[in-house]
């Protein structure tokens, strides 16, 4: 049995109010990213540690995702980017954060993953070993957009909590109304300014390939308005990354919560220790994590093929490739 699953981040409060204009295209990214990896991982041409590299790295070239081009903006007005990956045939891990030069942070994680030593980078030392080993570095310039700037500067401009405007696409109009390309925003509408979403991001994947391999796999940009040197759970093993031979998860939300419960590897254990199944296994890690303000959701796979996807926000966008379907929502169904 052949399973991959993804996500694009979880947050909001409240009811959901339907698709906004930008979602459209982030399906229709997931979509693409589900059929041609998970086509490939059914037909055995990668493995799962691959397809999770794969659909991550596409994940992170999405503008509209915070990963990679696109990851939102700290305090500082710069880009730091964290990523982690698992393979659970081995139980050999890579993972970085405070990176700000590389296209792809998810295939450093898996380059030190396969170097076996040091397991985890941090900053200018990640960076460099991601130049080292060929990986495509980008400018910070680059990696930033209109919408993530926009984002910022409501934060900003709003003296609003880190990760308030995550999930804010309204910000974008302004963008566009001035025709700007890369930049700060120097004119800035403060028209719907008023609602703040929590909606701190990630991107991932998790996967069973054709062996019985389990691999996942985290990147993100982290909040928008994040203090300098801030790392969350998403590059830690064990809190938003694990994947061994029972099941592989990968996390989103309120990066805080997840480490102070190792909540990742906290699943894997319920799994195995408590005898429960994976979607309870799940939904007990959520609710462990909430009392500490771990809002958000998890992408999960057991070795026996169970897909689990539960979220406790607003939304989470999210995917499945099973038995030749592609399966995508972004709401409560």
Known sequence: MVVLAIHGGAGGDGPWGGPTDLDPARIECMQSILANVGKALEDGKITALEAVTEAVSLLEDEPLFNAGRGAVIGADGKITMDASIMN?????????????????????????????????????????????????VVSQEWLATPLRWAQWKKWR????????????????????????????????????????????????????????????ATSTGGMTGKPLGRVGDTPLIGAGTWADSRVAVSNTGVGEAY??????????????????????????????????????????????????????????????????????AIGPN
């Open 88 to 136: 659970g045939k081995d139980c050999s891990a890579g993972a970085c954060a405070g990176v700000s030069i590389l296209r792809h942070p998810i295939r450093l994680a898996n380059h030190l993953l396969k170097g076996n030593w040091p397991l985890m980078l941090f900053g200018e030392g990640a960076d460099e070993a991601g130049r080292k080993a060929g990986l495509e």
């Open 157 to 216: 401009d709003s003296n609003l909590r880190p990760g308030a405007t995550d999930e804010d696409d309204n910000v974008l109009n302004a963008a566009l109304d001035h025709d700007i390309e890369i930049g700060p925003i120097s004119e800035f509408s403060h028209e719907n300014l008023l609602e703040e979403i929590d909606g701190p991001g990630t991107v991932g994947a998790v996967a069973l390939d054709k062996e019985g391999n389990l691999a996942a």
């Open 259 to 328: 480490i102070r419960t190792c909540a990742a590897k906290r699943v894997a254990d319920l799994v195995e220790l408590a005898n429960v199944d994976l979607e309870t296994a799940c939904n007990m890690m959520l609710d462990e994590v909430e009392p500490f303000g771990g809002r958000g959701g998890i992408i999960a796979i057991s070795s026996k093929g169970e897909v689990c996807m539960p979220f406790q926000v607003t939304l989470m966008y999210r995917g499945t490739y099973f038995k030749g379907d592609v399966f995508t």
